[in-house]
């Protein structure tokens, strides 16, 4: 299966610390894109990534939050001194173009800070 | 500030009829529309789209139209089966906006045998 694969699918961490997700995009997509959904609601829009360049980060807390696409492995999605409004599903999504194309979405890690 | 809008929370639906699920949007510069389908602690699963050039759209049971000048459009789901029963996710992309897509709450559509 050349799906979005996404892990872990389940992170749990106490307020202060780090969470790390990482995310595979489908084979032969360069575009990665991170979205979250806070419970009840759609999705939301985080970050856009082709490899090794941040192309839009308009959707991404100004702090703590930060995201990687290098040139070997998966992207990241990293957040610093998770608070309780962290908690949500984070999704990743790719798409072999930036534009008119579908993007694919992986399962989905969900944040539970304690 | 919601750009798109999906006005409904929930449908339900007799096995068989028609599903209508509806989409409005702000924007007049979005050019792609897109459906997704989500089951519970699954991602969203691409289901149909349509570009701002046309009118509709047609795969198998789905069918999306797009009213432009309403800024509004739909995807009807026939027949309807149990196996439909998901939270349905209309999307749209900016053409300034590098590919990203917008999403409205969703609605969930029950389909009942």
């Known amino acids: 299966n050349a799906g979005v694969m996404q892990n872990p699918r389940h992170l749990v961490r106490r307020r202060g610390q780090e969470a790390r997700l990482r995310c595979s995009p489908m084979?032969?997509?360069?575009?990665v894109y991170w979205y979250r959904q806070l419970p009840e609601e759609g999705l939301k829009f985080m970050v856009y990534?082709?490899?090794?360049?941040?192309?839009?980060e308009s959707g991404m807390p100004k702090e703590r939050f930060s995201a990687e696409f290098p040139k070997e492995g998966p992207s990241i999605l990293r957040i610093q001194q998770v608070v309780r409004g962290d908690s949500a599903a984070y999704f990743c999504?790719?798409?072999?173009?930036?534009?008119?194309?579908?993007?694919?979405f992986g399962d989905g890690t969900r944040l539970s800070i304690l | 500030d919601q750009q798109v809008k999906q006005n409904s929370p929930s449908l339900s639906v007799q096995e068989g009829r028609i599903s209508i699920l509806n989409c409005d949007y702000t924007?007049?510069?979005?050019?792609?529309f897109l459906w997704y389908k989500k089951y519970p602690a699954e991602g969203p699963t691409f289901l149909i789209s349509?570009?701002?050039?046309?009118d509709k759209n047609e795969d198998g049971r789905f069918t999306v139209f797009l009213n432009k000048s309403a800024k509004h459009l739909s995807l009807h789901i026939v027949p309807s089966q149990p196996g439909d029963s998901a939270v349905y996710f209309c999307a749209a992309t900016d053409p300034l906006g590098a590919g990203k897509l917008i999403f409205g709450q969703g609605t969930t559509l029950q389909v009942k045998p």
């Open positions: 349509i570009s701002s050039i046309k």
């Open positions: 084979k032969g997509h360069s575009h």
């Open positions: 924007n007049s510069m979005f050019d792609y």
């Open positions: 990534l082709q490899k090794e360049n941040i192309i839009d």
């Open positions: 999504a790719s798409s072999p173009s930036g534009s008119n194309q579908p993007q694919h």
